[in-house]
């Protein structure tokens, strides 16, 4: 069980602390421990109602009605409501409510929904990423176990990988090639499987690579597929104190080609070697792949020559 604090649950509710307060008060539901210092602690079941909660107040509904609901009854009301209306935060709260019962039916359902409805770029960019960025608040509280995160991460690793795989294959003679991988020891994939859907969905060739590859391997890579640029997500390895010559040796490695890097290590104070680019927000990678769009893809989308 997590303890979260009345500041946690207005980040991960974005419901203010003040009107939790108010409903704490004077319709009950939560039910705060407190410390022995007489500061309030609230605990997952109390996330989760407030998560519903604040989904039925956002359409409409009077807190005094909502606040007679059993935790059945809430639960109940929330999913019956057309997922059409929902917007982005809402959605991100049932996400999030769905993720503590483990409920993978819930999950599965919503982000299918916002998909089919949004399309994949806009259901991980508006829905998926502020999700992410929940839970890792929610990591910080302590409140978040293995099984939950990998969850959640594995379902959106399906999506990802299901979407992709439904594009058009793209021959590599007449598209920018890229190569996607990530360094040895890095794990961390959800990024980078994200950036291969946008680049294949735009008309490029990519070589996708994946986790964990030796970076000696990108020597022969770049000898044999010519690439016109590489791209890792750096986001815990290698060690701080190594970035600077890890990406020294990419630049060694594949001179030819254009580096772009991503992740919190990629933001680190380094020096870079020639024909290397940090990017520090995603939708500055689309806005990239947007710009190297294949001429003939650009006519086919209808984007000004």
Known sequence: MGQFSISDLEHLSGIKAHTIRVWEQRYGILRPVRTATNIRTYCDDDLRRLLNVATLCSRGHRISQVAKLSEQELTEAVISFNDDAHDYCQRVNALLAAMIEMDECQLVKLLNHTIAQRGVEEAILRVAYPFLQRI????????????????VTN????????????????????????????????MHELALLFMNYVLRARGHHVLYLGQNLPILELKAVCDIYEPHALLTVMTAVPERDHVAGFVQKLGEYCPDSQIYLYGPLAQLDFPLPPKTARLALITDFIALADASVPVAKKAKRGVAL
């Open 136 to 151: 890792g608040v929610m990591w910080q509280a302590g409140s978040v176990n293995p099984a939950q995160e990998h969850l």
């Open 155 to 186: 379902m959106l690793r399906q999506k990802l990988m299901a979407a992709t795989d439904a594009l058009p294959a793209v021959a590599p003679a007449t598209a920018q090639r890229w190569v996607l991988f990530l360094a040895e020891g890095e």
